[in-house]
Every structure is written in C-alpha cells, then in structure tokens.
C-alpha cells in the first residue's frame, strides 16, 4: 500500500462527496503489462491499483487519476478536465516509448505461422504491399489468433511489430477478399499511427480513411463482416 497514493485518494472522495462517510482505502502501484488502473469495493474497502509507469507522474496527474477512478466507481460523471490531463499525459511521448518497451519485456505474445489452414497471411500481406504501397512496407510478424474470437478480428500490436488476424476467418467458405481488408486496414495503422490532437487519440485520421476506400472491395468486406 502507497500512503501518499491513499492520502490522494481519500482527499479527492471528501471533495466528491464531503457528507459521505471515507471509507477505508488501500491504494497502490501494480507491475501492470500495460498503462492499465484497477478499483474495485471489497467489504467496504476500496481497493485500486495503478501502473507503475505513473509513479513518477505529477501531483495533478495522480490527482486527475483518482477522480476518475472513483467516479466509475460511484458511478458518477468523470469531470472533462480530469480526463483531459489524464489523456495527455498517457499520450506523451516519453510515456508512451517507456510503455511500450515494457509491453515488449513483461507481454508475453505467443506469435505462431502465418500459414493457416487455407489462408497464408505473409503471401496475403505480399501480394497487397505490391499493390497499394509500392513494394516498400517492412512486413511485420503475421499470425492468427490463438482462439477463433469474433470480438477482435484483426489488430496491430507495435509492442510486438505484428499483425493478428482472428482464426475465425481461416476456413474454405470465407471469402479471400475478406482477409485481404482486415489486413490492409492494419497495414494502415502501420502507415498512419496513432496521433494525439488535443486530448483526444486520432486513430482513424482523414489519410487513413482516405486510403482505406482504395480498398475494391472495401463495401463486400464490411457488409460480410457485419454478419460474421
């Protein structure tokens, strides 16, 4: 337990709510994979944990933290500006390197072949570099998922430069151009990374949109993925 954490926190609860009762807090940094933080009421406890990679954060960051934590808790409205500086500083740049190398050491990522039972995602990947980057992108590991999910189709994972395509879609009656989409639309996260405006993460910005309609396909592929 962190008693400057906890200090934080229960000063931050008698703003929120100065009628209630404080409860008791048990607060503390967590060697998290991620920049993830965990709250949660046990017997009356409130028990939270917060990424390791915050401990050096200012006062006002920490502070942002614990009020956001504690309105999902109570249920309660996450003030803007709370959420605002929380934003940006997760999003720096320092953060965010630091982040990401600690995926790379305490992530574990079972990377297996790009080769499934119909579908081979290095040849897939091969075939739409030539065609819409001229030949030039660097390819990254290409593998299916572990489990046939129909919640994450398809994603880029930089901690781990690769590119995972749900083993949901490695069966004879899906169509090919299916697959082609949701690697060519992760080949434009490698292309257009994730940018900050503001406060607000830019995943999807008007280049990538704009490139993602050179897709033939683009229509065929999204209505069959509505009825995956």
């Given amino acids: 337990m962190n008693p400057q954490l ?34 949660r009421l046990r017997k009356g406890v409130v028990l939270a944990r917060l990424s390791d990679l915050l401990e050096g954060a200012p006062q006002p960051v920490l502070r942002a933290i614990a009020h956001i934590l504690l309105a999902k808790l109570y249920r309660k409205p996450i ?7 929380y934003r940006r500083y997760v999003a720096s740049h320092d953060l965010a390197t630091k982040a990401h190398l600690i995926r790379q050491i305490r992530g574990r990522k079972k990377i297996g072949p790009s080769k499934g039972r119909v579908y081979d995602l290095d040849a897939i990947f091969e075939e739409l570099n030539t065609k819409f980057f001229h030949g030039l992108m660097a390819r990254p590991r290409m593998t299916w998922s572990e ?22 879609f490695d069966r004879p ?26 406060s607000r993460r830019c995943v999807h910005s008007r280049a990538f949109q704009d490139e ?17």
């Fill in 147 to 168: 489990h046939h999910s129909r919640q994450s189709l398809g994603h880029y994972d930089p901690a781990h430069n690769a590119i995972v395509v749900s083993r949901v």
């Fill in 79 to 85: 003030e803007p500006t709370a959420a605002a500086r």
């Fill in 6 to 39: 906890t200090s934080l926190f229960e000063e931050c609860f008698r703003e929120l709510w100065p009628k209630k009762a404080t409860p008791q807090f048990r607060i503390s940094f967590y060697h998290f994979t991620n920049i993830n933080n965990t709250i």
């Fill in 173 to 198: 009656q899906v169509p090919r151009y299916a697959i082609e989409y949701l690697v060519y639309h992760e080949m434009l996260h490698l292309k257009h990374p994730v940018k900050l405006r503001g």
């Fill in 212 to 228: 993602e309609k050179l897709f033939p396909e683009l229509q065929s592929a999204l209505r069959y993925l509505e009825v995956m």
